[in-house]
């Protein structure tokens, strides 16, 4: 069935680092991802988000890269610090059933920035 | 920027009992509002898609009649979980779109469901 996974469980990073968290999706169709930041205890917070018809986008601290080809998405924060430590998602934004949107979430990346 | 409110953010309930959970939008009007279930350590599960003044679309194996979801007005949902057991212990997240589609997702800040 369609599915937006991840590779890594878990990833554990210096402080001052470049962490790169990756993500893995299977519905061709999909059009719309994003990255989510997930402190414990609290919803999802927006970090970034890209369009199917771009391969690359950038923000404050943080580039999303999308390789359309073989269905992989990463997120890379630069210069890592204490306060990125969380759960990072992705997440597939397509048309379900019905022609409703549906947001997918993949399975999580739990980082760990040491100082 | 905008903002989605959930309310409560964390409930404890008899077994049996029937608890009503509200997501808004505070700044903005969607008609879309998303429900989802997360387990500890689990990732977000998409349970519905609730759109204002029709039925919720709800996902394979989510059972309509447990879980009641109610999008009356532009800017408020409701998830009422029905006669609840200690398994629909849960944290439960809603997130909300932007009428006018800016493309953004707002979350908000969940609620933490405990069965007894």
């Known amino acids: 069935g369609e599915s937006v996974g991840l590779h890594l469980p878990t990833l554990s990073v210096q402080e001052g680092d470049n962490s790169i968290i990756n993500c893995a999706y299977s519905?061709?169709?999909?059009?719309?991802f994003i990255w989510y930041k997930q402190e414990s205890g609290k919803g999802p917070q927006f970090i970034i988000d890209?369009?199917?018809?771009?391969d690359k986008r950038q923000g404050q601290r943080v580039t999303v890269l999308l390789n359309k080809t073989v269905k992989h998405l990463s997120l890379q924060i630069a210069a890592t610090q204490p306060g990125d430590s969380a759960v990072y998602f992705c997440?597939?934004?397509?048309?379900?059933?019905?022609?409703?949107?549906?947001?997918?979430f993949g399975k999580g990346t739990k980082l760990t920035v040491n100082p | 920027g905008a903002v989605v409110s959930q309310h409560p953010s964390r409930v404890i309930c008899k077994s049996g009992t029937s608890v009503k959970i509200e997501c808004r939008s505070l700044?903005?009007?969607?008609?879309?509002m998303f429900w989802y279930r997360q387990f500890p350590k689990k990732s977000l599960m998409l349970m519905a898609t609730s759109n204002e003044g029709s039925k919720a679309t709800y996902e394979q194996g989510v059972e309509k009649d447990k879980f009641l979801i109610n999008h009356a007005s532009l800017t408020l949902s409701t998830l009422t979980v029905t006669s609840a057991h200690p398994e629909d212990s849960s944290f439960y997240i809603c997130?909300?779109?932007?009428?006018?589609?800016?493309?953004?997702?707002?979350f908000g800040e969940g609620s933490r469901l405990t069965v007894l």
């Open positions: 890209i369009r199917s018809n771009m």
């Open positions: 519905n061709s169709a999909s059009d719309y």
């Open positions: 700044d903005f009007q969607a008609t879309t």
């Open positions: 997130s909300a779109r932007d009428r006018l589609y800016t493309g953004e997702l707002f």
């Open positions: 997440a597939d934004l397509s048309l379900g059933q019905g022609g409703s949107e549906k947001l997918v």
